[in-house]
């Protein structure tokens, strides 16, 4: 199920380290495209408004990967409500085209929002390269309080749905480390994120990113 009703919470402040926000004026909410095939998962649509903050232009993608994230901020404040929100406010990111730092949807133990159309490029992966202009970006909450395994599978199920909707093949569900980052800005080679770090083994993949994977082809069939 998809649902465009906002709640009217008053903004409680996300911390993310290393990122400010900007002081782009947030316009009234515009609903994108669902995710087909996503009926058994709530997903609430907080699209950030064209022409606003990290949708300055339109910047049409045909999706081909989903790149798999975790957020690493661990702040009790730090859900997917909070991020979204912090998006719609402007997230500020640094050496990209946009000026600013976003992503497709993002995942907790109770709820799901989405920030951009699933056909618009975002700025999560690497810059602008292809991580960026070909991939679904989804980031998973670590905050504390979420539970974490209930959010893991909640990324699984939306991943199995938004690859029946693109036809993405299961060896196309990709994680960040996945990316070679190479900075817009001054070209600089950052190398590869360990990054979603919840589903790495020292750094690296191997048994938790294949149980999640596993996870995903169960709920994709």
């Known amino acids: 199920m998809v649902t465009v009703k906002l709640r009217t919470l008053g903004f409680v402040a996300v911390v993310l380290v290393g990122l400010l926000f900007s002081s782009c004026a947030v316009g009234p909410r515009r609903v994108g495209p669902a995710a087909a095939g996503a009926a058994e998962l709530k997903i609430t649509q907080d699209i950030i408004p064209p022409g606003k903050c990290g949708r300055p232009l339109h910047r049409p993608m045909r999706p081909t990967f989903i790149t798999i994230h975790s957020t690493d901020n661990r ?10 929100l912090a998006m719609n406010k402007g997230l500020r990111g640094r050496h990209n ?3 600013f730092l976003t992503w497709h949807f993002t995942v907790d133990d109770h709820s799901i929002y989405q920030t951009l159309p699933t056909n618009e490029t975002g700025e999560h992966a690497d810059y602008e390269g292809q ?11 670590v905050n504390r309080g979420n539970d974490l395994g209930s959010t893991i599978d909640r990324t699984a199920q939306l991943t199995a749905r938004l690859m029946r909707q693109y036809d993405i093949p299961l060896d196309h569900v990709v994680p960040h480390m996945h990316w070679r980052m190479i900075r817009y800005s001054d070209g600089r080679d950052l190398g ?3 990054c979603p770090r919840i589903l790495l083994d020292g750094g690296r993949l191997g048994p938790k990113w294949s149980a999640f994977i596993s996870k995903v082809s169960f709920y994709a069939r």
């Not at 009790?76 to 991020?83: G, W």
């Open 75 to 84: 702040s009790r404040s730090a859900d997917a409500l909070n991020h979204a």
């Open 97 to 99: 085209r946009t000026g």
């Open 131 to 141: 991580g960026n202009r070909s991939s679904i970006g989804i980031e998973m909450c």
């Open 192 to 194: 590869f994120k360990k």
